[in-house]
């Protein structure tokens, strides 16, 4: 398995970036899971379901399933620290794992840039973060400073595709030893 990181701050493009590389993967025969870290509250179900009546029961977790699909929707009874390797080792076996979010996470990542969205005075992540191995941008020329990692088309998700598959030894992944 092979796992990257996708970050950059919300309404940069990386969910339309995702769009295009899983499909890009998909066509070169790649099997692609996908974790996102969701920063506000959100429910994947519906009020007056019956998994959503189930969690509101107080079951802990709740499993729903059918020949075409699996959700595990999992109720914490205190707010807990994500670790992303715990949940990449939730997922089934595939070749790619593409982690939307963790940006500070001990992870290789590409990071999104757009000027003038997100937070004012923010700084990149490629000028401190050694994970950061591309720089996705759609005007290189607004970058604070030239990185020393590629720089990648925002508008072409098939450059970072054909860079995932030609340095896909990279990015293999080698689970941390907790303990």
């Known amino acids: 398995m092979r796992v990257i990181g996708v970050c950059g701050a919300s309404g940069?493009?990386?969910?339309?970036?995702?769009?295009?590389?899983?499909?890009?993967?998909?066509?070169?025969?790649?099997?692609?899971?996908?974790?996102?870290?969701?920063?506000?509250?959100?429910?994947?179900?519906?009020?007056g379901k019956d998994s959503w009546r189930h969690r509101q029961a107080g079951a802990g977790e709740v499993l729903v399933a059918n020949s075409h699909r699996l959700a595990l929707m999992r109720e914490f009874a205190q707010p807990q620290v994500l670790d992303p390797h715990v949940l990449i080792a939730e997922l089934s076996p595939c070749d790619w794992v593409l982690v939307e979010g963790f940006k500070h996470e001990d992870l290789p990542k590409v990071e999104v840039w757009r000027d003038g969205v997100g937070p004012a005075g923010r700084e990149p992540l490629f000028l401190h973060d050694p994970q950061v191995v591309a720089v996705i941008t759609d005007d290189p020329a607004s970058l604070p400073e030239v990185p020393r990692v590629p720089v990648l088309d925002l508008n072409e998700p098939a450059l970072l595709v054909r860079h995932l598959l030609a340095s896909g030894e990279r990015y293999l992944y080698h689970p941390p030893h907790h303990g």
């Open 12 to 47: 940069m493009g990386k969910t339309t970036l995702l769009e295009g590389v899983i499909a890009g993967l998909r066509a070169a025969g790649q099997r692609v899971s996908v974790i996102k870290h969701a920063h506000h509250r959100f429910d994947i179900d519906h009020p």
